[in-house]
């Protein structure tokens, strides 16, 4: 009931930029908090950035300073602004967004991307 759709990764030297775009539709009735994590080879997934209802940040120690989250609440869109990529940042990004899809409880659930590989290369 609950769609997320990533888009804007690709491939991009070291100490390039790129803009993660995920936009959430469906049985939307409000949004929690949207964010984004990320899983390279072998590797867990991890925290990138979160940004909840209030427009609250957190990011992960490793983007601190080079990362950014936006959203945009009529678009039910959340953006990633990633500069001075380094090959460390290699990763598929998944989107994650806490959604309450009705207006009868306060229940909310986690929903996931499918997915988008950004690569960091010369």
């Known amino acids: 009931q609950v769609q997320l759709v990533e888009s804007g990764g690709g491939l991009v030297q070291p100490g390039g930029s790129l803009t993660l775009s995920c936009a959430a539709s469906g049985s939307i009735f409000n949004i929690h908090a949207m964010g984004w994590f990320c899983q390279a080879p072998g590797k867990q997934r991890e925290l990138v950035a979160l940004i909840s209802s209030s427009n609250m940040t957190n990011y992960g120690d490793s983007v601190k300073g080079r990362f950014t989250i936006s959203r945009d609440i009529a678009k039910n869109t959340v953006y990633l602004q990633m500069n001075s990529l380094k090959p460390k940042d290699t990763a598929v990004y998944y989107c994650?967004?806490?959604?309450?899809?009705?207006?009868?409880?306060?229940?909310?659930?986690?929903?996931w991307g499918q997915g988008i590989q950004v690569t960091v290369s010369s």
């Open positions: 994650n967004s806490v959604i309450q899809t009705s207006p009868h409880t306060e229940a909310a659930d986690s929903y």
